[in-house]
């Protein structure tokens, strides 16, 4: 059985390693097929199909969009994409805007509560100043002491309700699923576990997502939890979804669960690619 992960990042958006290291690193904990999804960029992929072949993965050419659904942030992968078509590349551009703006006031929010220098401190840790995200924050507070690992940075800080939280306005739904279908990809809804709707809002994503032609979600995947893997498999089966999987790895140590240890994908779904390798 092939050991697929179709959703991880490198550091041309907000991982640590380049695309060809994480490749490597991917290929140690036994992946056998493997995409590269960076957050709103595709400037990684090639690099990436070529790291791939050098360590005998099959590849798989993908991105992570950021949507704005219900005043919430959502994400959406798209596998199979043409990194190089125009209307997807124009789409992530439009994404990308804004984030310096955003990030210069999360810098403000993290200084009032007495943590200065966050702006300089997260430049340190992105690649492309046009991506750079929370995350990037939150190692900077990890490396300042303020925490010890993101996870603590993420209870404490960046999320709703807490210092440094800056909302955004990403991609719309429609938006983001015609730039990866206007690219010949899938849309698959990343990690729907993660999101803080309710029963009723959680079925009108998925009902929104399938009637503008979506038939993917993550199953399993480093965000959920086990519970959370039979949860979406059940969700998968109820609307015909098929089922994806990956780690959401971004660097090592940083992951819930690393690349060995993610489960596979639970027998009674139906696998995005089923009939791709």
């Known amino acids: 059985m092939l050991k697929v992960d179709l959703h991880c990042h490198s550091n041309v958006s907000d991982g640590v390693l380049a695309p060809g290291a994480v490749a490597a690193y991917a290929r140690k904990g036994g992946v056998d097929a493997w995409a590269l999804t960076d957050h709103d960029e595709v400037g990684g992929i090639k690099l990436a199909r070529a790291a791939a072949g050098e360590q005998g993965m099959r590849f798989v ?40 703006a955003r990030g210069r006031e999360i810098a403000a929010q993290l200084e009032e509560a007495g943590i200065p220098d966050a702006w300089e401190g997260a430049l340190k840790f992105v690649g492309n100043p046009d ?19 993101t996870t603590e940075v993420f209870k404490r800080f960046l999320t709703e309700g807490k210092p440094g939280y800056v909302p955004h306005r990403w991609a719309s739904l429609p938006e983001a699923m015609g730039w ?49 893997y039979a949860t979406y498999a059940e969700v998968a089966r109820r609307y015909g979804f098929l089922a994806s999987r990956g780690t959401d790895f971004h660097a090592p140590g940083e992951a819930r669960v690393e690349f060995d240890a993610l489960p596979p994908l639970p027998s009674s779904v139906t696998p995005v690619w089923h009939d791709w390798f």
């Not at 999101?195 to 009723?200: G, L």
């Open 131 to 149: 991506l750079l995200s929370r995350t990037h924050f939150a190692r900077y507070l990890v490396e300042c002491g303020k925490c010890a690992t």
């Open 61 to 100: 050419p993908g991105v992570e969009i950021s949507v704005t659904w219900a005043n919430q942030t959502i994400h959406v992968v798209g596998l199979q994409i043409d990194e190089d078509n125009p209307d997807l590349l124009a789409g992530l551009v439009k994404t990308r805007s804004g984030r310096d």
């Open 180 to 228: 990866i279908r206007s690219a010949g990809g899938i849309p698959v809804i990343a990690h729907p576990g993660r999101y803080k709707f309710t029963q009723t809002g959680e079925d009108a994503l998925f009902d929104e997502f399938r009637q503008l032609g979506g038939n993917a979600i993550e199953v399993v995947t480093g965000s959920h939890t086990p519970d959370q």
